[in-house]
């Protein structure tokens, strides 16, 4: 059985596994359910914060680990009424708990940058090599990423935060990018490099540059 990261059961199908499963078979891949517990995730950050209900150090600050971890026990057991108790769960907990859900993704395929994409984003330099990358992912990637750095934006521009985008990326860096199945640990090290957090950086400072296109998931439209 594989360790580390790659060795989690998708959470979001954990009802379906069977005994005989490898847990390889089963880990979590990027599809709607698993979209809709981020999605979950970063509407309530985006809410407290434009509600007034900002907490310093948000992202960067962990939550109650039984907290957390309990938030996302709840979205392994039941995504739909996860979303109903979350509303009731403390910031700090809501945004460790949609870190651990940023790397429970990571599989073959990669993350929300996609395996497939991966040089584009660890070649970009500016907003043309950017936008390029992003129109290179598929569109529930993209959706997700645009969201993911909107959220960075809101929580920046809030000065109770005291968060940059600098500091954002510093804290999501090692979560977006892709480990390895064998020594995650040290590939988490090198991959969370200066050079990553810089293009992180560039997503959430030019968000609104980016992002120019707007799209909307497709429920009825099959996943890439």
């Not at 809501?94 to 040089?119: H, M, P, Y």
Request: aromatic share 4%; hydrophobic share 35%; net charge positive.
């Amino acid at each position: 059985m594989g360790s580390g990261l790659f060795s989690k059961v998708c959470p979001c199908h954990r009802k379906h596994a069977t005994s005989t499963e490898s847990v390889t078979q089963v880990r979590l891949g990027l599809n709607k359910s698993t979209i809709s517990c981020l999605h979950a995730c970063m509407d309530l950050i985006i809410s407290r914060v434009k509600e007034g209900k900002s907490e310093e150090g948000m992202l960067r600050v962990n939550g109650l680990h039984s907290a957390y971890k309990g938030i996302v026990r709840d979205f392994h057991l039941s995504p739909d009424n996860a979303r109903d108790r979350i509303k009731n769960s403390k910031t700090h907990d809501v945004c460790s708990a949609f870190k651990e859900l940023l790397r429970d993704i990571q599989n073959d395929t990669g993350t929300l940058l996609t395996k497939q994409n991966w040089t584009l984003f660890k070649n970009a330099r500016d907003l043309e090599s950017l936008r390029k990358f992003v129109a290179s992912l598929p569109n529930i990637n993209r959706i997700a990423l645009e969201k993911l750095t909107l959220m960075c934006q809101i929580i920046c521009n809030d000065s109770k935060t005291r968060m940059t985008p600098v500091s954002c990326a510093t804290v999501l860096t090692p979560n977006l990018v892709l480990l390895d199945p064998v020594n995650p640990e040290v590939m988490m090290k090198r991959y969370a490099s200066v050079e990553l957090k810089k293009i992180i950086t560039l997503l959430i400072e030019n968000q609104k540059l980016i992002f120019t296109e707007r799209l909307e998931l497709d429920e009825k439209k099959p996943l890439l």
